[in-house]
């Protein structure tokens, strides 16, 4: 998996002082690197009752939908707030300074659902965790959350514990 993380571009101290960024577009922009990490996060699944899979704006709006294509399901968005145009179901949840929203359509996800939650990176799980709690107050269920790369020590993982957390990359 070096070979992976070879076309992941880190930026030291963006979008401030002190945050280490992963540049997933440099990966993005290689053919193989992309086919290959789209095809292992899929592979993950291939056994796992799915019905729908889940993307996070906005970088989750670009692998999600890949792993759903792969796998043959269809692909739900969860939006910032005000984006959604029909009913909509919302959580609030805290940053490090403040908080965000996010939204999803109620009529996204039908009750007893299973739901696969994909975003780039796994860092704190605040935002993983948010969107779980979305899927559930819509009764759907948590199929697993897959993640390209997760950053270990920020022990974003024991916000999620009792759901299935898979990430190709650990650093
Ligand atoms: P978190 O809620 O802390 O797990 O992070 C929320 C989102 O912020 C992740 O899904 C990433 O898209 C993004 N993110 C957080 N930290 C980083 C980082 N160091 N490099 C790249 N993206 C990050």
Same mark, same amino acid.
């Given at each position: &998996?070096?070979? /992976?993380?070879?076309?992941?571009? +880190?930026?030291?101290?963006?979008?401030?002082?002190?945050?280490?960024?992963?540049?997933?577009?440099?990966?993005?922009?290689?053919? $193989?690197?992309?086919?290959? *990490?789209? #095809?292992? /996060?899929?592979?993950?699944?291939?056994?796992?009752?799915?019905? %729908?899979?889940? !993307?996070?704006? =906005?970088?989750?709006?670009?692998? =999600?939908?890949?792993?759903?294509?792969?796998? $043959?399901?269809?692909? %739900?968005?969860?939006?910032?707030?005000?984006? @959604?145009? =029909?009913?909509?179901?919302?959580? +609030?949840?805290?940053?490090?300074? !403040?908080?965000? *929203? /996010? +939204?999803?359509?109620?009529?996204?996800?039908?009750? $007893?659902?299973? *739901?696969?939650?994909?975003?780039? %990176?796994?860092?704190? !799980?605040?935002?993983? =965790?948010? %969107?779980?709690?979305?899927?559930? &107050?819509? #009764? !759907?269920?948590?199929? $697993?959350?897959?993640?390209?790369?997760?950053?270990?020590? /920020?022990?974003?993982? +024991?916000? @999620?514990?009792?759901?299935?957390?898979?990430? @190709? @990359?650990?650093?």
């Amino acid at each position: &998996m070096q070979h /992976l993380k070879d076309l992941i571009r +880190e930026v030291l101290d963006f979008p401030k002082p002190g945050i280490n960024f992963y540049d997933i577009t440099t990966l993005l922009k290689d053919p $193989g690197g992309f086919r290959e *990490v789209i #095809n292992c /996060l899929s592979a993950h699944y291939r056994s796992t009752p799915i019905d %729908v899979v889940l !993307g996070i704006e =906005a970088r989750g709006f670009i692998i =999600a939908p890949a792993v759903a294509y792969a796998l $043959g399901y269809g692909f %739900v968005p969860v939006r910032k707030e005000k984006k @959604l145009p =029909a009913e909509r179901e919302r959580i +609030e949840y805290a940053l490090e300074y !403040g908080t965000d *929203v /996010l +939204e999803i359509h109620r009529d996204a996800i039908s009750p $007893g659902q299973n *739901v696969l939650i994909i975003d780039d %990176v796994l860092a704190t !799980g605040g935002t993983a =965790a948010a %969107v779980a709690r979305l899927v559930e &107050m819509l #009764n !759907g269920k948590v199929a $697993g959350l897959g993640f390209i790369l997760e950053l270990d020590f /920020l022990k974003g993982r +024991e916000k @999620l514990a009792g759901y299935d957390v898979h990430s @190709l @990359l650990h650093y």
